[in-house]
């Protein structure tokens, strides 16, 4: 098993629309968590990162569940600018590491007119 | 401010060279990790370095070495490449602060398209 796995999609969706994407990690002593975005042969960059008691910024939502190990990303209101693969990342510092992050596959999304 | 350097950007090797890849951390960044990741897939942790030392190794082959140097600059080095190697390289920088510092996400640059022949 994967120690985080996403549905890699396809998502397409129409500008304005709602979708939703979830996550679960297996390794329960993960600490931090996070959506990370990256565009077609681009670099990952920080979207946000995932609180326990779940955490706004503009039209993106994101929700941890510690319990189920399940993470999700909401985001309202598509853009076509919000086409991307996200990606959601789990960090855990054992040993002597200070936070390997774990990826997982990638949700791709894209938002057409 | 500089983000996350790395050079060079594309790169293409035959079967059984070797390759370095350099990256320059955010200034103030004293951890520097590297991933590869293929196409179709996640970035795949291989080492972190922190101090100068290594703080943590992926599931990758001993032809995979990596140093940090005292500016917190890093290099990547793979042996005896194969075509298997064919990959993005990305660097990552991060803060260490104190109490858990893996709630620091990590910044990452442009990376490094290597291609195997």
């Known amino acids: 098993r994967k120690e985080v796995e996403q549905d890699p999609g396809p998502f397409n969706v129409p500008e304005g629309a709602t979708v939703a994407f979830n996550c679960t990690y297996s390794n329960s002593a993960s600490q931090s968590f996070f959506w990370y975005r990256q565009d077609c042969r681009k670099e990952p960059k920080l979207l946000m990162s995932v609180y326990s008691s779940g955490n706004e910024d503009g039209r993106f939502t994101a929700q941890l569940n510690r319990a189920s190990q399940y993470i999700s990303l909401l985001i309202r209101d598509s853009k076509l600018s919000d086409s991307a693969t996200y990606l959601c990342v789990v960090s855990h510092a054992g040993g002597t590491s200070y936070g390997k992050l774990t990826f997982g596959q990638g949700t791709i999304l894209t938002v057409h007119p | 401010d500089a983000g996350v350097t790395q050079s060079p950007t594309h790169l293409i090797k035959t079967r059984g060279q070797h390759v370095t890849l350099r990256c320059s951390p955010i200034s103030g960044h004293k951890s520097v990790s590297w991933y590869q990741q293929v196409l179709g897939q996640g970035p795949q942790f291989i080492f972190q370095y922190y101090e100068k030392e290594e703080r943590g190794r992926g599931n990758f082959p001993d032809r995979f070495s990596a140093r940090q140097f005292p500016n917190y600059s890093s290099e990547l080095n793979v042996n005896a490449l194969l075509l298997g190697d064919s990959a993005l390289y990305l660097c990552?920088?991060?803060?260490?602060?104190?109490?858990?510092?893996?709630?620091?996400?990590?910044?990452f640059g442009d990376g490094t398209r290597l291609s195997i022949l």
């Open positions: 990552a920088s991060s803060l260490i602060l104190g109490g858990n510092p893996s709630n620091q996400p990590q910044h």
